[in-house]
């Protein structure tokens, strides 16, 4: 298997397209439903990349993405997050949370994997 992605995400048909995207390039999966989940999942799974959705229950994208930035020993996990808002104001506030980019929906999954290919160049 590849490097570990972390697909956080509430809504199952983008989950199934992510899932069945990146098996197929032998990244080694994991799901969490909600932000709360995410967080669990993190510590447990140590992914080397979240696709973290913005709009989750529980704890949203920008709070995951906060706590995440906040613990030192997360400090190498790539982070993508992933948003139907796609306003500048939004984008800025990502990235400025610390997210390494911030894709808006609909994507192109070939985008998507070409920006996961980029943050994870040497990945197993």
Known sequence: MGAKILIAEDEPNIVASLEFLLQSKHYEICVARNGAEALELI???????????????????FDVCRTIRGNPELKGLK???????????EQAQGLALGADAYVT???STQ???AKVGELLPEAP
């Open 43 to 61: 510590e447990r799974f140590r992914p080397d990349l979240v696709l973290l959705d913005v709009m989750m229950p529980l704890r949203n994208g």
């Open 105 to 107: 929906k609909p994507f």
């Open 79 to 89: 982070i993508v997050m992933l948003s139907a808002r796609g306003r500048d104001e």
């Open 111 to 113: 985008e998507l994997l």
